[in-house]
T-cell receptor, first 115, second 110 residues
Framework: KAGVTQTPRYLIKTRGQQVTLSCSPI?????VSWYQQTPGQGLQFLFE???????NKGNFPGRFSGRQFSNSRSEMNVSTLELGDSALYLC??????????????FGEGSRLTVL | QKEVEQDPGPLSVPEGAIVSLNCTYS??????FMWYRQYSRKGPELLMY????GNKEDGRFTAQVDKSSKYISLFIRDSQPSDSATYLC??????????FGTGTSLTVIP
């Protein structure tokens, strides 16, 4: 069974640009969550999508947005990039059981560097 | 106060040692508890998933949850060099959101 796939794996942008990251969840998983990982802050929750709807959102500015498609694939977008946005962006998919998300299975991440 | 507190280490032990990794949390609503292992430049890999208080064992790994003291532990028996990684605890509530500790860096010396 294929795991969570994230693209691109590495990218370099300059301040003010925007970036779009993509995530393909494990087949059958309908929940996709996004996390930002930095050395000082650890993993911080960005948002979760389930059945094309944003179900939860973390404390990030509106420059961070996402969406989910009918095939459960998800994208996140960061506009007007700042130096502090440099991080590893991780996508996790899960098999929803009832109203609970269940275990999170992570991809390898997209490492963003903002210059 | 952070939702989850985890000693960042680094922790260095000899091969074969018993390792104890710990987290504390503040939200009494947390009912689901996960432990992840993350190798350098890789995504986190799920190790253990438990619900409510008690112990869960899987091979050399034992996860322990004490909800009364809001304390989570992961024990690794007979530690191996391949266990060298960062370990992340992640409690969650029923709202489908998990809160991650900053991780403890472990090195097992052959």
């Amino acid at each position: 069974k294929a795991g969570v796939t994230q693209t691109p794996r590495y990218l370099i942008k300059t301040r003010g640009q925007q970036v779009t990251l993509s995530c393909s969840p494990i087949s059958g998983h309908r929940s996709v969550s996004w996390y930002q990982q930095t050395p000082g802050q650890g993993l911080q929750f960005l948002f979760e999508y389930f059945s094309e709807t944003q179900r939860n959102k973390g404390n990030f500015p509106g420059r961070f947005s996402g969406r989910q498609f009918s095939n459960s694939r998800s994208e996140m977008n960061v506009s007007t990039l700042e130096l502090g946005d440099s991080a590893l962006y991780l996508c996790a998919s899960s098999l929803v059981k009832g109203s609970n998300t269940g275990e999170l299975f992570f991809g390898e991440g997209s490492r963003l560097t903002v210059l | 106060q952070k939702e989850v507190e985890q000693d960042p280490g680094p922790l260095s032990v000899p091969e074969g040692a018993i390792v104890s990794l710990n987290c504390t949390y503040s939200n009494s609503a947390f009912q689901y508890f996960m432990w992840y292992r993350q190798y350098s430049r890789k995504g986190p890999e799920l190790l253990m998933y438990t619900y409510s208080s008690g112990n869960k064992e899987d091979g050399r790994f034992t996860a322990q949850v004490d909800k009364s003291s809001k304390y989570i532990s992961l024990f690794i028996r007979d530690s191996q060099p391949s266990d060298s990684a960062t370990y992340l605890c992640a409690p969650g509530d029923t709202g489908n959101q998990f809160y991650f500790g900053t991780g403890t860096s472990l090195t097992v010396i052959p």
